[in-house]
């Protein structure tokens, strides 16, 4: 079955330093792949997305993630983090081809300190 | 509309009562998803509407939980005789066919 792993529970950074949050995925195939970001009280926004092609996509707010099919992963990466983006992070795979079942990751709750 | 929108926002029911949740999802979007996020399970997928047939409800977690579609747009979810284990945040989202999804704010229920 697919399944998504975010090793990271809780990740505290500061102000201004750079952020890797991890994702690993279980899949056959290369499977749809994203990150939505989750504010107190909001919804999910989404982040970035990876259909196919280029590996390194660019999102909103500055984020970026790689797809390493060789590791299964899609790392998200900001070099610079404001404190507005103390949040909760979630990765999250769906079917190639198919219609957006999500399989969520845990997600990973990023503090900021100034 | 802008977004997709839940309603209500928040709800607190007694045990055993029955209770609807509404999903007006973004409109032109053919394809509508509830999830469940709750401290236990994460976020978990419900069911998939595409127009008004649900192909894939896999993820309901009992009888007591149905949803219905019309008219291609505001979907319903239902829960029947709630039990305290249902208390989560219900959340809807819309797309087109293959794209990505877009979330509303979530129905934060509470079973008392």
């Known amino acids: 079955a697919q399944s998504v792993t975010q090793p990271d529970i809780h990740i505290t950074v500061s102000e201004g330093a750079s952020l890797e949050l991890r994702c690993n995925y279980s899949?056959?195939?290369?499977?749809?792949l994203f990150w939505y970001v989750q504010s107190p009280g909001q919804g999910l926004q989404l982040l970035l997305k990876?259909?196919?092609?280029?590996?390194l996509v660019q999102g909103i707010k500055g984020f970026e993630a790689e797809f390493k099919r060789s590791q299964s992963s899609f790392n998200l990466r900001k070099p610079s983090v404001h404190w507005s983006d103390a949040a909760e992070y979630f990765c999250a795979v769906a079917l190639s081809g198919g219609y957006n079942k999500l399989i969520f990751g845990a997600g990973t709750r990023l503090a900021v300190h100034p | 509309g802008a977004g997709v929108s839940q309603s209500p926002s928040n709800k607190v029911t007694e045990k055993g009562k029955d209770v609807e949740l509404r999903c007006d999802p973004i409109s032109g979007h053919t394809a509508l998803y509830w999830y469940r996020q709750s401290l236990g399970q994460g976020l978990e997928f419900l069911i998939y509407f595409q127009g008004n047939s649900a192909p894939d409800k896999s993820g309901l977690p009992s009888d007591r939980f149905s949803a219905e579609r019309t008219g291609g747009s505001v979907s319903t979810l239902t829960i029947q005789r709630t039990q305290q284990e249902d208390s989560a945040v219900y959340l809807c989202a819309s797309s087109r066919s293959h794209t990505e999804a877009f979330f509303g704010q979530g129905t934060r229920l509470t079973v008392v």
């Open positions: 990876y259909f196919s092609g280029d590996t």
């Open positions: 899949y056959g195939a290369t499977p749809y």
